[in-house]
Structure formats: C-alpha cells, structure tokens
C-alpha cells in the first residue's frame, strides 16, 4: 500500500506498508451487491480493472478478528499487487512453492522417522540371546526380563545365554539419495538447481554448475522485469507527482515531462562469474564483434554504463596528470610440451 509517513527523512513523504495476502478479504462478500465483478478482497470494473481493495484492520489470525471483521476500503491506485497471472481471469496469485508444500512434510516425516528408528534401536542396551534349542542346556530365563548393568563392572551370565547389542539400521543406505531427489523435486517448481537449493556443490563440476544455472538466471531475469513493470514503475510514478508538488527538488524539463516520456532504466545485482578471466575475454571477443553494447554488459552487473565511464575518464585524466601509464595486460603463456618434436630449442 502507499501511504505517506511524515517521519521519512526526505522531503518526499510516500512510503510503501507491506500487506499479507491474508489480510486482503471481505468477510461480508456473500451480502455485498457486487455480483460478479468481485473476489475475495478485490472489486474490479466491467473491464476487469481492479478499483478497489479490502483490507482487515487486523490479521485473521489475531484473536481481535473474533470481534471484529471491519475492513478499509482501499482505491486500486494505492495498492501494489504483484502476482503472476498464470490463467485467463486470474485475480489472485499463488505462490510458485505451492506444488512442493507437501513435498516437505514428506521429507519432515521421513527423517523423524529415521530418527526415531535410531533412538530405539539405541534405548537397548543389549540383549540376551541363546543358540541351544528349547529345553536344551542353557538356564531357564524368564522372557522379556530386565537385567541392570552398571558401567565398568564385569558380570556373570546365565549358563548358555550370551550378551548381544541391537545393530542400528538407520539411516539407511537409501537415506541421503531419498533426501536429495526431494530437495531437487521441491527446487524444480522455482527454476532452482540443486545445488542452491541444497548448498552444496560438492557433486558439481565446472560445466554443469554453469548449465544448471542459466535457467536459474533466466527465470531471476523474468521476474526482475516484470516487477519493474508491475511495481517499480507505478512507485517511481507515484514518487515524481509526489516530488512535482515540493518546491526546486525537481528541475523544471522534469517538472514537464509525462511519465511515458521519461527514459529509465532499473539496475539489478549482477551475478558473479565463476571464472573471472573467461567472462573478461567473452566479453571483450562479444564487444569486438559488435554483438553487445557497454549499456548492456555494465547492466547485466548492476552498474550504470554512462556513470562508469564518466569515472573511468576521471581516473585517467588524473593518472595523465600525475604521469602514470596504464598497465598493459600480459598474453597469456603457452605451455610448451617436450613430446613435440615440431620445436626445437631455438623457439
């Protein structure tokens, strides 16, 4: 929701106040005379444009909702919903965990289960068993008696019985294995490799960590843009009506200017690579052959390409200045091998 907050330390005052989707509702819907140009929470036009939104003035889940169920009236151009509309006529989002909520209490299940296998294998101390055969030799024993053993005291047992200890079984063989296709299941619904997932890469190597992650990347990609789309723009619009109105904290062509005609651009956090001096030489081989641009190599890691270059050109004027040259890269050495015999000693 944007609200304004008078303590904000800027002379802009909007503030953004995150809602639960849980709070979003209306209790009376059933008597409302809305129809069907309304959900659970949302009131839409005849176009299906939202127009406003209810919101409880205390979580469900709070015992002040037994009492009440009053709710604010919200106009839809206060309210950010960010949601994925995945269906035709979609109007609330779910979230992309949901298919693996169950997945989870499997795996909670299964290692309680395994671990309370182990702690009862582990409250026996040991057991007393017999190899001769039912009225043989050994002394008669009452079955399923308790014998107290006290530590570091040695004992006498009973004529033809031995003294065993349970072998715990768990966990199993198939432990690990089960717990790893669960974790790489619960992933696949985020677009997540597994070793983020389980944050461990132990199991990697160089060439599939990088094939897992490009799908990684492009679905992290499609979600920052449309949340640039969805939220950031409306917030960016809603802050320049809100600076428009402060007097000189604006300049005057910004005072003018329409929202669409304003070139902007949304920097997000790059995603390092994991070997530095190959990305350095795709990238220099990639602006070579004119297949990229510098706007798009500095925004894939978060930096603005006309800042950096304004920088770049201080830091060299000032290098001129004080008679520092620039280091020239060193090529690489090749390795020489001795089995070669197209190289002699003179090359």
């Known amino acids: 929701m944007l609200v304004a907050n008078p303590k904000l330390d800027s002379p802009v005052k909007l503030d953004l106040r995150l809602i639960e989707a849980d709070q979003v509702a209306t209790p009376d819907l059933s008597r409302q005379p809305m129809g069907a140009n309304a959900v659970d929470g949302i009131v839409f036009d005849a176009q299906g444009n939202p127009i406003e939104y209810h919101v409880l003035k205390n979580h469900p889940g709070d015992q002040l909702m037994r009492y009440s169920l009053d709710y604010d009236h919200i106009p839809a151009a206060a309210m950010l919903h960010y949601f994925r509309n995945d269906r035709p006529g979609q109007s609330r989002g779910i979230p992309e965990i949901t298919p693996a909520l169950p997945l989870f209490a499997q795996l909670r299940r299964y290692t309680l289960a395994v671990i309370a296998a182990a702690e009862t294998a582990a409250d026996f101390a040991a057991v007393l068993y017999t190899d001769a055969p039912a009225n043989g030799e050994a002394d008669p024993v009452e079955a399923m008696d308790l ?9 006498v047992l009973p004529g033809g019985w031995r003294l065993g200890q349970i072998q715990a079984q768990q966990p199993s063989t198939g432990f690990a294995e089960f717990k790893k296709e669960i ?103 990639r602006l070579q052959n004119h297949t990229t641009t510098l706007a798009y190599e500095f925004a894939r890691q978060g930096r603005d390409w006309e800042s950096e270059l304004r920088q770049r050109a201080k830091e060299m004027n000032l290098m001129q200045q004080l008679g520092l040259g620039l280091a020239q890269p060193q090529p690489a050495a090749v390795p020489v091998t001795k089995d070669d015999p197209s190289e002699t000693e003179e090359e």
């Open 147 to 155: 014998v107290e053993l006290e530590r570091r005291m040695a004992t």
């Open 183 to 285: 974790l790489n299941e619960i992933a696949r619904c985020l677009n997540m490799p597994f070793n983020v997932a389980c944050g461990n890469s132990s199991g990697y190597n160089y060439a599939s960590g990088r094939l897992d992650h490009q799908t990684y990347y492009k679905s992290i990609r499609v979600d920052q843009d449309h949340m640039g789309i969805v939220v950031l723009d409306r917030i960016l619009r809603a802050w320049l009506d809100e600076a428009i109105l402060v007097s000189e904290l604006l300049p005057l062509w910004m005072r003018t200017i329409a929202f669409r005609d304003l070139d902007h651009q949304w920097f997000w956090d790059g995603q390092e690579h994991v070997d530095p001096a190959k990305e350095a030489n795709a990238q220099a081989t």
